[in-house]
């Protein structure tokens, strides 16, 4: 899952919030994915450095402010 949480962000050219990434690796998988799949992955993957917290600017679905992330440099090359 980590594969394909580093894909979702590859695709994209800006911050993402963690649901929002979410919902593109369940339309791309075709399936739903357990509440916390996601935000485990992105734990994971900032932890080794693949992708960055980028600050708390984003909007949770229910309107409160959360993490965006995005793909480290150095897994853009990954």
Do not use: F, N
């Amino acid at each position: 899952m980590q594969e394909e949480t580093i894909r979702a962000l590859a695709g994209l050219s800006y911050p993402v919030e963690e649901w929002r990434l979410q919902e593109l690796v369940e339309k791309r998988l075709g399936c739903r994915l357990g509440d916390s799949t996601i935000r485990t992955r992105l734990s994971e993957l900032v932890k080794k450095g693949l992708v960055e917290l980028v600050d708390r600017e984003g909007r949770s679905r229910t309107g409160h402010r959360c993490s965006r992330y995005r793909l480290a440099e150095v897994g853009v090359a990954a």
